[in-house]
């Protein structure tokens, strides 16, 4: 018999699906990628997609990937799933989906419920987040559901996160990881489990804990390759299905950071900062910090939540060039903005960007907008482009600076993963604003690989996390800040950009209360 020694990664983002296999020293051994398209809006501001759109893929993608020459499905020892989060799904008690699944991207919102009564109620208020609570009701998918598709909701058996769907169509079984509880449900974010049966989160999620699957830690046992996901997916029947974790908290450990003085940027389409705890600290009051892929750990995080969509944005907007370019020349848009912004020197010349092309909950408030000030007749739309970049960048090292104060670790070295991490010049200017050694992970699939570590933990082929994380990761291209550089943008962050938010949120109230705009 082959030796079992490669691990199968499933990684279901918001634009694609990938089937990856690694070896037990991190390697990438075979990668299959389906495109598909991110969702479908029936009204301004939705976000759904077809379940089915997501299991088609996984098929399709593993069925590929087993026919790579070289590829013995002998050799491959376990499967572990990691997907986007916040993005539910609901069915029936066969486990058929009872309408599209809401996509962590929906903007719609449930206005009008009743305020929190009892103790609870009087708590939020005194603390001053009854705002807060009221936003988290207005956000939750399920709530929106029981109001507007009663019928959906009577008939909803299981109530599910895409992690919870997938995983039950690979075992047959409704089981989840607790690394995936990411989204508006009643988490216990602290205690990592369902939360208590007293909690105020079961007072606002319209669920009863027979709709909610069993949980499992990251590392366990899910359960095993179903007769008919095998039939469908060519994965070996039996194969053991590996707990892991939601995407973000998988590209922590898939980028080597377990310690918390390694902070791990994530320039994908949110752009996070995150480190891995073993306390439970909440970087905002009442916004939690998110299970780990680490069983029994925390990763503190900070999101802006348009972070690397506003280089698509900038493309579709400005990018007609470069998109032209691409076309004839075949390579990516986005690696032509290199060229674009070459020679635009750090600070862009003055022009300021602050990241809230989509508000946030407490900081940034409901009211944040988005902000560019300093235009010159200098100005060109490459100075726009770098000034997007270094916006983002000021925006995480705020999130940096308010990880350390309340975890009380200094953050010492970054690692960056994501689609924009393939940026020199991205990686380089945050070096730069950050003042700190940046690296990227030397594999770009670092969410794959963080639940492949999951899977080599769990099937016992490393004996613990550690010794998976130091055998399964290392440091790719470093950059070293430059120090004048440093000097010139430690002077904008404090100066200018840390002030900004504070002088303009009366400005963005304003807007939204003559506009109704954001709601």
């Not at 918001?14 to 037990?24: G, M, R, V």
């Not at 489990?193 to 899910?222: E, F």
């Not at 303009?504 to 705009?517: D, V």
Request: hydrophobic share 40%; aromatic share 10%.
């Amino acid at each position: 018999m082959a030796e079992q020694d490669l691990l199968l990664s499933i990684d279901n983002g918001t634009q694609s699906l990938k089937a990856l296999i690694f070896d037990a020293d991190g390697n990438l051994i075979a990668r299959q990628q389906v495109l598909f398209t991110p969702y479908f809006s029936d009204q301004p501001g939705w976000a759904e997609q077809d379940p089915h759109v997501f299991w088609n893929a996984l098929c399709q993608a593993c069925q590929e990937i087993f026919a790579t020459p070289g590829i013995e499905k002998a050799r491959i020892a376990g499967v572990a799933l990691t997907t986007q989060r916040a993005t539910v799904i609901n069915v029936d008690k066969d486990g058929r989906p009872l309408r599209p699944a809401i996509l962590w991207l929906d903007q719609r919102k449930c206005h009008g419920l009743p305020p929190l009564g009892g103790l609870w109620g009087l708590f939020f208020k005194v603390t001053g987040l009854a705002g807060t609570l009221a936003y988290f009701q207005s956000e939750t998918e399920a709530n929106w559901i029981l109001r507007n598709q009663p019928a959906v909701w009577a008939q909803t058996h299981k109530y599910l996160l895409l992690s919870g769907y997938l995983n039950f169509r690979l075992t047959g079984d409704y089981v989840d990881s607790i690394g995936s509880q990411v989204g508006y449900l009643p988490f216990d974010y602290k205690r990592l489990q369902w939360a208590r049966s007293w909690d105020w989160k079961w007072r606002c999620v319209p669920v009863s804990p027979d709709q909610l699957p069993r949980l499992m830690a990251p590392g366990q046992v899910l359960g095993t390759v179903s007769r008919q996901a095998s039939k469908e997916t060519g994965i070996p029947a039996g194969m053991p299905v590996i707990a892991a974790a939601a995407d973000k908290a998988c590209e922590v450990i898939g980028s080597g950071s377990l310690d918390p003085s390694v902070g791990c940027l994530s320039y994908g389409t949110t752009a996070t900062i995150n480190v891995t705890h073993r306390r439970y600290i909440e970087p905002i009051p009442l916004l939690p910090a998110y299970p780990s892929a680490v069983p029994g750990s925390h990763t503190i995080e900070v999101q802006v939540f348009r972070g690397f969509w506003m280089v698509n944005w900038f493309k579709e907007e400005f990018g007609f060039p470069e998109q032209q370019a691409a076309e004839k020349t075949g390579v990516a848009a986005e690696a032509l903005f290199e060229g674009l912004i070459k020679d635009i020197p750090p600070g862009s010349m003055g022009l300021m960007l602050q990241p809230f092309w989509t508000p946030g909950i407490r900081t940034p408030g409901p009211e944040a907008k988005g902000a560019i000030i300093g235009f010159g007749d200098v100005h060109t739309r490459a100075h726009l482009y770098r000034s997007i970049l270094e916006g983002i960048a000021y925006a995480l090292r705020e999130g940096k600076e308010r990880i350390e104060r309340r975890s009380r670790t200094p953050i010492t070295s970054l690692r960056v993963s994501g689609g924009g991490s393939q940026s020199d010049l991205a990686l380089q200017l945050t070096a730069d604003i950050f003042g700190l050694p940046t690296a990227r992970p030397h594999l770009y699939e670092t969410s794959g690989l963080g639940a492949a570590i999951d899977t080599a933990v769990g099937l016992g082929l490393h004996p613990d996390f550690e010794t998976a994380v130091n055998a399964m990761t290392r440091p790719g291209d470093r950059f070293e800040p430059n120090p004048s550089n440093h000097r010139l943008y430690n002077e904008l962050y404090h100066k200018v950009y840390k002030r900004m938010y504070r002088r303009l949120r009366p400005l963005y109230e304003k807007i939204r209360e003559i506009t109704g705009y954001p709601e």
